[in-house]
């Protein structure tokens, strides 16, 4: 287990957490969009070099779960805060609706097949916290997960709060350290990221009326958030409630929490042993020997 950068955005491990509208926003003492832009380059760039000692080592994975309304900012916030990492240390997944053989197994299948291996960062965009909401919201898609007729629907939530608690601490105990983002953004910034999704014809491709239907459960799914992350929210998997209507502070605050993280980990550049560093330096030897019979 390791510990977890404190930050008054951390969910209470104790499930005492509610969902405010008036957390979306952030504090009226934070840093000014050029302050804000300087220190995720700042962040990027130990990240880029924390990343490398992760890899190097190849002892501890890094898994980042993103969770959010549509138009909260996953996919900028991921795009920002890995953009100087190191394409080979680092992997993204998107969970979407699940495909007929995913439905073919439990829910924690298809996301299993993509937690990242020791020495990389990996990224969830949606999880398998999907189906402890968008299932919620909309029980009637049990019906086509094909659960045994045993299984107890009234009590399911709570079933799977317990198998997903499980599972994090389980990863946990075997060096996958993990962290989890709820980008808390209010409706109405939501409603006017549609819009503008729809008036820059750049932007179109990334509007589906399906969102504007979603948006109307607002309170359903506000409810089945709080309820989420006072269940999953403990110490070896801590969620952070991001504010997410400000999307420079919703970037550089995602970047600071990583990298705290990265830095609070006990990795070091892999040491040689005696004999191995003494057969190195033979073979320096050997290859500037090379190198004076070349031709400049």
């Known amino acids: 287990m390791h510990n977890t950068p404190k930050s008054p955005y951390r969910v209470p491990f104790q499930g005492d957490f509610k969902v405010r509208d008036a957390d979306t926003a952030p504090p009226k003492d934070a840093p000014g969009k050029k302050d804000l832009k300087?220190?995720?380059?700042?962040?990027?760039?130990?990240?880029?070099?924390?990343?490398d000692v992760l890899y190097a080592q190849d002892s501890h994975a890094v898994l980042l779960i993103f969770q959010a309304m549509d138009a909260a900012g996953k996919d900028s916030t991921i795009r920002a805060v890995t953009s100087g990492i190191n394409p080979a240390g680092f992997q993204v997944f998107a969970f979407k609706r699940p495909s007929a053989e995913e439905l073919d197994h439990d829910f924690l299948w298809r996301t299993n097949r993509c937690l990242p291996e020791r020495g990389r960062i990996g990224i969830f965009n949606r999880s398998w916290y999907e189906e402890t909401l968008v299932a919620r919201v909309h029980p009637e898609l049990l019906d086509s997960q094909k659960l045994p007729p045993d299984v107890d629907r009234e009590h399911i939530w709570e079933h799977r709060f317990e198998s997903i608690r499980e599972h994090e601490r389980h990863l946990a105990r075997n060096g996958t350290v993990i962290l989890k983002f709820w980008l808390n953004v209010s409706r109405r910034e939501q409603l006017k990221r549609f819009v503008k999704r729809i008036e820059d014809p750049t932007k179109n491709w990334k509007f589906e009326a399906n969102?504007?239907?979603?948006?109307?459960?607002?309170?359903?799914?506000?409810?089945?958030?709080?309820?989420?992350?006072?269940?999953?929210?403990?110490?070896?998997?801590?969620?952070?409630?991001?504010?997410?209507?400000?999307?420079?502070?919703?970037?550089?605050?995602?970047?600071?929490?990583?990298?705290?993280?990265?830095?609070?980990?006990?990795?070091?550049?892999?040491?040689?042993?005696?004999?191995?560093?003494?057969?190195?330096?033979?073979?320096?030897?050997?290859?500037?020997?090379?190198?004076?019979?070349?031709?400049?």
């Open 38 to 51: 300087a220190a995720l380059a700042q962040n990027i760039n130990d990240l880029a070099k924390l990343q």
């Open 211 to 296: 969102d504007v239907k979603e948006s109307r459960r607002w309170d359903d799914y506000m409810a089945a958030y709080q309820d989420m992350l006072r269940a999953t929210s403990r110490p070896w998997a801590p969620w952070y409630a991001i504010p997410a209507d400000d999307k420079p502070y919703m970037r550089w605050l995602v970047s600071d929490i990583v990298r705290q993280t990265l830095q609070n980990l006990p990795i070091t550049y892999p040491t040689l042993s005696p004999d191995a560093e003494a057969h190195m330096k033979t073979l320096e030897a050997e290859i500037r020997a090379d190198l004076a019979k070349l031709s400049p």
